[in-house]
């Protein structure tokens, strides 16, 4: 157990729809990135949230948005769900930027139909 | 473009025997190369490497960077069916405050 806690653990979601994935950090950690991992894939990095900012983004369009509270814990809201979004959206937590032994949660999958 | 491939994609051993598996990577401003073992759903941390020929190790897992061939390997000796899991090698950039990681190796251990 890395600490770090995500909510919901599964959800299915119809296409156009809206969806927020939720992250609470590991204790002391202030740096949460998200990752999505397509089915036989590695993780894809979507953004990175440091001390509430966003510090640093993959290749993922503007309808993945993300937001880091004063607590650090952090929300991931994809809008316009498009089938090709289902996978399993990782949320990991270090301290500070760097993001080596970065600890991840258990994910959420999310199904698009 | 950067790029990190990993070989074999799956393999499948029996319980006692020693495996490699390699990450092979072309990445411009390199800083280090990580491996992460990813049994069910969260990926956790083995190893981070920045120097090239010196060996990490931890218990049967090993792992040792090439930084002019540009590969990295992971060794686990004395295979267990709990080393069973997709392990994941992944590079980080000077510049970028990501890691990039690779498809991964599904490893299955047969009691």
């Known amino acids: 157990e890395t600490g770090v806690t995500q909510s919901p653990t599964h959800l299915i979601k119809t296409r156009g729809q809206q969806v927020t994935l939720r992250c609470s950090s590991q204790?002391?950690?202030?740096?949460v990135s998200w990752y999505q991992q397509a089915l036989g894939q590695g993780p894809q990095f979507i953004f990175q949230y440091y001390r509430e900012e966003e510090n640093g983004r993959g290749n993922f369009p503007p309808r993945f948005s993300g937001l880091q509270f004063p607590n650090y814990s952090s929300e991931l809201n994809v809008n316009a769900l498009e089938l090709d979004d289902s996978a399993l959206y990782l949320c990991a937590s270090s301290l500070g930027t760097g993001i080596e032994k970065l600890f991840f949660g258990s994910g959420t999958q999310l199904s698009v139909l | 473009e950067d790029k990190v491939v990993q070989s074999p994609l799956s393999l499948v051993v029996h319980e006692g025997d020693t495996v490699t598996l390699n990450c092979s990577y072309e990445v411009t401003n390199f800083r280090s190369l990580l491996w992460y073992k990813q049994e069910k759903k969260a990926p956790t941390f083995l190893f981070m490497l920045?120097?090239?020929?010196i060996e990490k190790k931890s218990g049967r897992l090993s792992s040792i960077l090439d930084k002019k061939e540009l590969f990295s390997i992971l060794n686990i000796t004395a295979t267990q069916t709990g080393d069973s899991a997709i392990y994941l090698c992944?590079?980080?950039?000077?510049?970028?405050?990501?890691?990039?990681f690779g498809t991964g190796t599904r490893l299955t251990i047969i009691p």
């Open positions: 920045t120097s090239s020929g």
């Open positions: 204790s002391g950690h202030n740096t």
């Open positions: 992944a590079y980080t950039n000077f510049g970028n405050e990501k890691l990039t």
